[in-house]
């Protein structure tokens, strides 16, 4: 019979195999928080003991690169930890677990028997009415089945002999059965419950670690922006935050610790259950179908699938906590990276910029020593002083100081220290991991189902969103520090330009009024020593305010970027987020759809433009044509009183402007470089025919352009270049219109020994006897008139050029309206292997020629509003500085309008629209009032004559008869009305177009078809 030893180990082994398999598994998630926690302790308490040993701010980056690397240790040891998506144990460990009980159950039988307790008949208070019904129909039976056990006592009492003991009911215990009922299904249903607290448990105490380690960088993060205390920082970590993790940590201890005692809890329960049954077992009181195999399978799966599904939702919990941890861990580390990089930066700028200011503070000096030696003595001395002085400046300022700060500028490489700031947010960035699990309103008590670990990808909407905007601003900053960097060296050179060339013209105004101008002379060089001073002063200023805007604007764009990675971190934010995400990713696309449309369209609008230009010139070519034969044709205004004034009163104004401002905007052919706008098309052009000429081919070469156009500075430019002088260089310039061989004799004679030639032989051997030189010969449309054999001097200039092409090396020059008309004549362009047509300058390089010559004088700039632009609500609500950027472009469209870019014409328009020089600044009237459409209402006796200047640039009053085959009388008739209105000027008895009117006369001679 079934002993209760039997039983004990019976039971004693199933717990056994219980512990075995099940007991590590419940506190596993206890151990690994645990082997984190101290991980990351160890971590902490290294970093911590180096922040102890660093400064207090000078070594914030070291720190801060300290604290990059504790947090990319922190985020292996989360990867340790947890690196992917946990499953229930179930599934592996269960197994092995059923394997070891069936082993177990096979060795023993299936059936127990024992006698029945007669207890067992007698019912409880807390029995049911079955089981009640069950043990008085047990009593009844057991009464009839005693009965002759009874009587036979009852007979052998009577013979005073031995009772026999009354025979007990035995029990049929299903051993397997109820093992496997309780200690499978039943195991199962309490182990679900304890692995489920345990791991919710997990989560709470590991969301108490996240908080620590969020408050210990949000200190840190605080301390790195100098808001906290070094000392601070390392006390809340020693008194705070550490003891709080440690006793997390012990938590989670203690918790392990009581596993073994929960398992042993639901190993007690299980004998109890176990041992209850049992009693029962084999009796009308158990339940034989509630046991049966199969809803004993059935409810095992259910039991099996339940644990599983709820295990794994606790996992995720755990995982997403942990995913959501490594996240900050990865924004912490960008945040960081911003700030070092920021730091850096910083310290890089200020450091370069300290280089930069030291070498600019030698500039002062040199201006305050030179304005001390301005004294005023007696003529030869004071000039002799100027003399020495704008050698000395011009040596020390211009040959030494400008090109040392400027080459400074330029080695401390201030745009790549911009660029280094996006290296390292790049490189940051490129290590994030691509998918998070991010749940909106995360608990950590909660249980989370599969559907709602749904991943996001921050790194689309940090690169398409915050990271764009990032690299936005540094390239708007380096494209500035470029712009600015170039403005600075400008200023630098104009101020160079601007002592030397005051000096300059303090000495000139000696030569021109002799002692009369001494005193002059003195007040000028000493202001323009102070405007110098002044100006750099602003230079200064203009310098360190880009050093401070550089350093805000890159500061607030990383203060911007660091405060949208925090708000990242907010899971209440996550459906912000993903909308975010999803519309970063449809700008991008957009983007590019706008990019395919916008080149489409760009394409197809061009088409359409020309297509309407063309047809709307068509349309406005036949009304005229109509309105001319009608004689409807309207007609623009006669020339007005203030404008015939303004064109002839042009010099006398301009006598009155201080005379180093005439000197800067004089009509003259540079002699160097200072204000020269360097063509690199045309002088490649030219460089190449003079190296194929000292190879020995034949390349005279023509350089064409509009009168204004910049041919002769170009020419002496590129001869002091590349020429300099070796060979020699022989200008042969016709100061008047060369009509026979004599005169082209007499005139290559006087420019190549200072004789005339008598014939042309003489200078065929003149040239042969010679070494190689060149020959610059200037405005060849001073050798030909328009009429019958007005061409043969030309014709014989082009001979001598053939002939003379080996020893010489030719650069002729010739007005392009001039140039077009003898091409058509005779072919001009034929001649010449080498055709140079001069570009005309853009507006923006007209302008910068012209502010550069302006701020070369030190004067400020005072745009004066015309009485239209008063009448103008919008101007008049501007405030002074928007109300001169206004007049500023209003003002350089109005010149480019007049002067279509022709640097000659727009200088002399500039100056004489300067009204005054008053409190160190230049007054400019406004161009509104200029209105040259009179031109169109000409008279065609008057359009033929100025044609005929326009082809010849200068004529007298007898070749302009010749020319338009008038009468003397009616020609000296014509040029008298003509200048009398200021529309033609005189010099030396030679006419030729008002500079002011040439353009209008080149617009008029067009819509004529006559050039």
């Given amino acids: 019979m079934l002993t209760e030893k039997v039983v004990k180990e019976h039971q004693s082994r199933l717990n056994s195999l219980l512990n075995k398999h099940f007991t590590p598994l419940s506190a596993e998630s206890y151990y690994k928080l645990s082997q984190y926690t101290e991980q990351y302790l160890a971590e902490a308490d290294k970093f911590f003991l180096k922040i102890s040993k660093s400064g207090e701010k000078q070594d914030i980056i070291r720190n801060l690169h300290e604290h990059i690397l504790f947090r990319k240790s922190i985020l292996v040891q989360l990867n340790s930890w947890i690196n992917q998506k946990q499953m ?55 009464g009839i089945w005693v009965a002759p056990v009874k009587m036979a006592n009852y007979m052998l009492r009577l013979r005073k002999k031995p009772e026999r003991d009354y025979p007990l009911w035995k029990q049929k215990i299903p051993v397997e059965k109820l093992t496997r009922w309780y200690y499978e299904n039943e195991f199962v249903r309490s182990f679900a419950e304890l692995k489920s607290e345990n791991l919710k448990e997990t989560a709470l105490l590991a969301n108490e670690i996240w908080k620590r380690d969020h408050q210990l960088f949000s200190l840190f993060n605080a301390y790195a922006s100098e808001d906290y205390d070094k000392a601070a920082l390392l006390e809340s970590w020693k008194d705070e935050i550490r003891p709080a993790i440690i006793a997390t940590k012990a938590q989670a201890e203690k918790a392990a610790g009581k596993c073994d005692e929960k398992m042993n809890r639901i190993f007690e329960i299980l004998d109890q259950l176990f041992a209850g049954q049992m009693e029962i077992a084999g009796t009308l009181e158990f339940k034989r179908f509630a046991h049966r195999k199969g809803r004993r399978k059935s409810q095992l799966k259910k039991l099996k699938k339940k644990c599983i599904h709820r295990e794994n939702r606790r996992y995720n919990t755990i995982y997403a906590l942990v995913d959501d941890w490594k996240f900050n861990q990865e924004i912490y580390i960008l945040k960081g990276n911003a700030l070092k990089s920021f730091l850096m930066f910083k310290n890089r700028l200020v450091s370069r910029a300290g280089i930069v200011e030291s070498a600019l503070e030698k500039i002062p000096v040199v201006l305050t020593d030179t304005l001390n030696e301005i004294e005023e003595v007696d003529y030869e001395s004071f000039r002799k002083n100027l003399q020495q002085l704008k050698y000395s400046t011009s040596k020390t300022l211009n040959g030494q100081l400008i090109p040392e700060v400027s080459d400074l500028m330029l080695e401390q490489g201030f745009p790549l220290v911009v660029d280094e700031i996006e290296q390292a947010l790049h490189s ?44 936005k601003t540094l390239l708007q900053s380096k494209s500035k520090t470029i712009e600015q960097l170039e403005r600075i060296k400008t200023e630098l050179e104009n101020l160079g330009r601007m002592v030397v060339f005051n000096l300059d013209s303090a000495i000139a105004m000696l030569d021109e009024q002799g002692e009369a101008g001494l005193k002059d002379s003195f007040i000028d060089s000493k202001a323009a020593m102070e405007r110098a001073k002044q100006n750099y002063g602003n230079l200064k200023t203009l310098f360190d305010t880009y050093i401070f805007e550089l350093q805000q604007t890159i500061h607030d764009s990383l203060v911007t970027f660091s405060s949208r990675l925090t708000d990242l971190t907010d899971n209440s934010r996550v459906a912000d987020i993903r909308y975010r995400i999803a519309r970063a990713k449809a700008i991008k696309k957009s983007e590019q759809i706008g990019l395919y449309l916008k080149t489409g369209l760009r394409n197809n609008l061009h088409k359409t433009t020309l297509y309407y230009r063309l047809s709307r010139k068509k349309i406005d070519s036949g009304i005229d044509l109509i309105k001319g034969q009608l004689g409807i044709q309207s007609i623009s205004g006669d020339i007005t009183s203030e404008i015939s004034e303004y064109l002839l009163t042009g010099d006398t104004i301009v006598q009155k402007l201080p005379f180093v401002y005439r000197r800067l905007f004089v009509n003259e052919p540079l002699k160097d470089a200072t204000f020269y706008m360097k063509r690199q098309n045309e002088s490649g052009m030219l460089e190449k025919a003079w190296e194929r000429w000292k190879q020995g081919v034949f390349t005279p070469a023509l350089i064409y352009g509009e009168k204004g156009s910049g041919i002769s500075s170009f020419v002496n430019m590129f001869v002091k270049e590349k ?18 061989e004599e005169d082209l004799l007499a005139l290559l004679g006087l420019s190549f020994r200072a004789e005339a030639f008598l014939k042309l032989h003489d200078l065929y051997d003149y040239v042969e006897k010679q070494a190689p030189f060149v020959v610059y010969a200037d405005k060849l449309h001073m050798m030909y008139l328009r009429l019958p054999g007005g061409f043969t001097i030309l014709k014989r200039f082009f001979e001598i050029i053939s002939n003379t092409s080996r020893k010489i090396f030719w650069i002729c020059t010739c007005g392009l309206y001039s140039s077009q008309y003898l091409h058509k004549a005779i072919g001009l362009y034929d001649y010449f292997p080498v055709l140079i047509p001069m570009r005309k300058l853009n507006s923006e390089e007209v302008r910068n020629v012209i502010m550069m010559r302006h701020k070369t004088s030190g004067y400020d700039l005072y745009f004066k509003p015309s009485p239209e632009d008063l009448k103008e609500r919008m101007y008049v609500k501007k405030d002074d500085s928007a109300k001169q950027e206004y007049l500023k472009t209003k003002y350089f469209n109005a010149l480019n309008r007049h002067t279509q870019s022709n640097i000659a014409f727009a200088l002399q328009l500039w100056l004489r629209s300067a009204e005054k020089a008053e409190d160190n600044r230049i007054h400019l009237n406004s161009l509104d009032m200029l209105d040259f459409s009179f031109v169109f209402n000409l008279p065609a006796e008057v359009i033929f004559g100025l044609h005929a200047l326009i082809l010849h640039e200068r004529l007298d009053l007898f070749q302009l008869s010749q020319v338009l085959n008038i009468s003397k009388r009616q020609a000296v008739l014509l040029l008298m009305r003509l200048a009398d209105r200021g529309i033609v000027s005189e010099e030396k008895g030679l006419y030729g177009i008002h500079p002011l009117l040439y353009r209008q006369t080149i617009m008029l001679l067009n819509d004529r078809n006559l050039i």
């Fill in 88 to 142: 229930s144990e179930w599934d592996t460990i269960y197994p092995g677990y059923r394997s070891d009980l069936d082993e177990f159950l096979a060795t023993q039988p299936l059936y127990w028997y024992q006698y029945q307790n007669k207890e067992r008949f007698i019912s409880q208070q807390n029995d049911s009415l079955r089981v009640r019904v069950f043990k008085f129909l047990k009593r009844v039976g057991y």
């Fill in 428 to 471: 940051e960035l490129q290590l994030m991991t691509r998918k998070r699990i991010l749940i909106d309103g995360f608990d950590a008590s909660k249980e989370y189902s599969d559907g709602s670990m749904q991943s996001i990808i921050p790194l689309e909407l940090i690169e398409f969103e915050m990271m764009a905007e990032v690299k």
């Fill in 723 to 740: 020429i300099r002088q070796s060979p020699p260089v022989f200008s042969v310039v016709p100061a008047k219109r060369v009509n026979t």
